[in-house]
C-alpha cells in the first residue's frame, strides 16, 4: 500500500507517518515546511507547495497512490479572522490541485470541530448544524464540500474526520507538538511550568461550568494517527464516503489542564485570569460514537494526565522543540 501524506513534517502528519510506516505502509509526504519540520519525518518527503499548480501536477504525474491523507493547511483560527483571504487560499486551493489530478484516489480529510459553530447540545454529533463561526472552520467545511460533490460524482471517496483538540507526544518523547506562535494550553501551560514561556492567560473563569474555567475535549496524537489508519482501511476496503469526529467524549476543563501540568511537571503553572475571548464556546465535546461503531476505533488515551504525561516528556526532552 503507498500513501501520501500531504503536511506530514507537521504535528499530526508526522504522527500519522510514522504510525503508518510502522505497519508497513510505504508513506511519501508533501510538505512545504513553511510550518512543519524535517525533524519531525525522516522518511521520504517531496518539498513542494501545494499552492503551486504546475509543481504539484508535475510531481504527481510521476507516482501513484492507492489513497491520500491531506493535513496541509494553515491552522489558526485567530490569523483566519485577520486574512481570511489567505485562509481560504491556503486551505482550499491544495484540495482542488490534488483532487484535479488524483481521480479516483480516496481521501481521509483533516475536518475539525470548528466547522460545528457554537454547541447547541451538550456533545457534538457529526448531524449536529455546521454553521462555522470564523473563515478557518469555513475553509474546512468548504473542503468537506468539495469531497461531496467530488464522491457524488463518482470522482473519488473520502472519509472527513473532524478533530477536537490534538494533544500529546509520542510515548517515547522524541516527536511532539511545535507550533510557532504556541497557541494552544497543554504546550502554553507545560512551558510556563517548566519556565521556557510566559506566564498562561485563563480567557475567563465566569462561565457556567464546574470551574468556572472553558471545557475542551483533548484527543491524543496517535490516537488521531490510528484513527487515519482505520477510515483508510474503510475506504481501501470499498467503504462509503463519510465523516467521524475524533475525540473522547470526555471533557477537561483549562482549570483541570493547569492543575494536571503542574502536579506532572512538579511545578505549579503560573498564570492569570483574563477576561473571556471574543468566540470562545464554553464547551467543545465530542461524541465520537460513530468513530467506535464504524471504524472499530478507540483511543487509547482516555485520561487527561495520561495524555499530558507524553507531553510534559517531550517538552523536556526537547526544550527547543525541532529547532
Ligand atoms: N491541531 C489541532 O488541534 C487540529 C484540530 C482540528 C483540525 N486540525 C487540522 O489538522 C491538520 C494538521 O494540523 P497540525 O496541528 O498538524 O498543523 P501543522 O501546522 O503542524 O501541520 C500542517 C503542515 O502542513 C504544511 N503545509 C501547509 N500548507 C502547505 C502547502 N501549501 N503545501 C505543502 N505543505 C503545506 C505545513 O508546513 C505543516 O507541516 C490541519 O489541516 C488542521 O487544520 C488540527
Redesign the pocket.
Known amino acids: 500500500m503507498k500513501i501520501l501524506v500531504?503536511?506530514?513534517?507537521?504535528?499530526?502528519?508526522?504522527?500519522t507517518a510514522r504510525w503508518l510506516h510502522r505497519r508497513g505502509v510505504e508513506v511519501s509526504v508533501?510538505?512545504?515546511?513553511?510550518?512543519?519540520?524535517r525533524r519531525?519525518w525522516d522518511g521520504a518527503l517531496a518539498?513542494?507547495?501545494?499552492?503551486?499548480r504546475d509543481a504539484?501536477h508535475r510531481w504527481l504525474a510521476d507516482q501513484h497512490f492507492d489513497g491520500v491523507i491531506?493535513?496541509?493547511?494553515?491552522?489558526y483560527v485567530g490569523e483566519s479572522v485577520q486574512q481570511p483571504v489567505r485562509y481560504w487560499r491556503?486551505?482550499v486551493?491544495?484540495l482542488i490541485h490534488l483532487t484535479e489530478v488524483l481521480e479516483g484516489v480516496p481521501i481521509v480529510?483533516?475536518?475539525?470541530?470548528?466547522t460545528y459553530g457554537f454547541p447547541r447540545t451538550p456533545t457534538l454529533a457529526e448531524d449536529h448544524p455546521q454553521q462555522p463561526v470564523n473563515p478557518?472552520g469555513a475553509t474546512?467545511l468548504a473542503a468537506e464540500r468539495l469531497l461531496n460533490d467530488r464522491d457524488a460524482a463518482g470522482l473519488g471517496r473520502f472519509a472527513a474526520?473532524?478533530?477536537?483538540?490534538?494533544?500529546g507526544a509520542s510515548a517515547d518523547g522524541r516527536h511532539g507538538?511545535?507550533?510557532d506562535p504556541e497557541t494552544?494550553l497543554i504546550p502554553l501551560a507545560i512551558r510556563a511550568a517548566l519556565g521556557q514561556g510566559s506566564p498562561l492567560t485563563v480567557f475567563g473563569t465566569d462561565w457556567d461550568t464546574p470551574d468556572g474555567s472553558c471545557i475542551r475535549d483533548y484527543?491524543h496524537?496517535d490516537d488521531?494517527a490510528s484513527a487515519h489508519y482505520r477510515a483508510l482501511e474503510h475506504l481501501l476496503e470499498g467503504g462509503e464516503s463519510d465523516v467521524w469526529n475524533l475525540g473522547t467524549g470526555r471533557g477537561s476543563s483549562v482549570i483541570e489542564v493547569i492543575e494536571t501540568v503542574g502536579r506532572l511537571c512538579g511545578t505549579p503553572v503560573p498564570h492569570e485570569i483574563g477576561p473571556r475571548r471574543e468566540g470562545d464556546p464554553q464547551t467543545l465535546v465530542a461524541n465520537a460514537d460513530k468513530a467506535r461503531r464504524d471504524l472499530g476505533w478507540e483511543p487509547a488515551y482516555r485520561e487527561l494526565a495520561a495524555l499530558v504525561e507524553t507531553a510534559v516528556r517531550w517538552h523536556k526532552q526537547q526544550p527547543a522543540g525541532y529547532a
Open positions: 500531504t503536511g506530514g513534517c507537521g504535528y499530526i502528519g508526522s504522527a508533501i510538505d512545504d515546511l513553511s510550518e512543519g519540520h519531525a518539498e513542494l507547495d501545494l499552492l503551486d504539484c491531506h493535513f496541509a493547511a494553515r491552522c491556503a486551505n486551493v491544495p480529510f483533516s475536518s475539525s470541530c470548528a478557518y474546512k474526520l473532524r478533530y477536537f483538540n490534538a494533544a507538538e511545535h507550533h494552544h484527543i496524537v488521531l
